[in-house]
């Protein structure tokens, strides 16, 4: 705009007022010299401050990059066979219990006596059925009710053995309701040296009568298991022993019985496969 009314004014200029057109295209012509200049430095060094106005970027690391390193790497620690389950694992709860429990001798100060557990399979949840009745009605597939007890008195059904997985038909009677079992997972004389002698008679009788502590079984896995604790047996279908020791430990928990050495070390050698 100013050369723009610099030409016109020089068209009308005073009579003998000398020409300043060459002065004023020589500055002219000098600025965009400079700024040609200018622009050719741009041009040649782009990250150069004055050519972009702002520092040309700096390259960073790829976080995509980063994370595709960091699952490569993972599946390698989970699937490493010498690593222990960590108890904190939602999946391990089990062992998070284990290591809990109290450190106990399993000898009580006096001898164990059923008698001092309550009446064999008391109704204790008062429902007008013993609880082995209860167990059976439970445990048993199709089981088959006496008519007019309320779905109470089982007469036959089938199970599946929790321990080792065979199939046992039960029928009510008396050289026959014998093959099918009902089983304390936690044995009452081994629940006796660890803690329940201790308690009082009401605690004892509830704890025989627990259905989270019972399981219908054969008469021969219930009998070979006897009282014994996982040192001693764990169920003959290694299939089935996370299972059994995952309740196992669950009744130790519920009931704050405590648990020997070696005891433990089974326990957690069991849980560490599941």
């Not at 029928?171 to 201790?198: E, F, P």
């Not at 089935?240 to 648990?259: M, S, T």
Request: charged share 20%.
């Amino acid at each position: 705009m100013h050369h723009g009314r610099a030409m016109r004014g020089a068209g009308r200029r005073r009579r003998g007022t000398p020409p300043r057109a060459g002065a004023w295209w020589g500055v002219g012509a000098a600025v965009v010299i400079v700024v040609a200049v200018a622009i050719g430095i741009g041009l040649a060094n782009p990250a150069s401050p004055t050519a972009a106005g702002r520092p040309a970027p700096v390259a960073t690391p790829s976080a995509s990059a980063s994370e595709r390193d960091a699952e490569a790497t993972a599946p390698a620690a989970a699937s490493d066979p010498t690593v222990e389950p960590d108890p904190s694992d939602p999946e391990t709860p089990a062992l998070g219990i284990l290591a809990g429990l109290e450190a106990v001798s399993g000898l009580a100060p006096y001898d164990y006596d059923r008698d001092l557990f309550g009446q064999r399979w008391a109704d204790v949840d008062r429902n007008g059925c013993d609880t082995r009745n209860d167990i059976l009605g439970r445990d048993l597939l199709a089981p088959v009710f006496k008519a007019g007890t309320r779905d109470c008195k089982v007469l036959a059904g089938d199970l599946i053995d929790p321990y080792d997985g065979t199939a046992v038909s039960f029928v009510s009677g008396q050289n026959t309701s014998v093959l099918v079992q009902i089983d304390h997972v936690v044995a009452l004389g081994w629940a006796w040296g660890h803690g329940a002698y201790a308690w009082s008679s009401e605690q004892r009788t509830v704890f025989a009568n627990d259905p989270e502590n019972l399981v219908a079984a054969s008469q021969r896995t219930n009998q070979s298991k006897s009282a014994s604790g996982p040192a001693d047996w764990l169920p003959p279908e290694p299939t089935l022993r996370c299972a059994y020791v995952e309740q196992w430990v669950g009744v130790l928990d519920a009931y704050d019985l405590g648990i020997g050495d070696e005891d433990r070390a089974a326990a957690r050698a069991a849980l560490q496969t599941c």
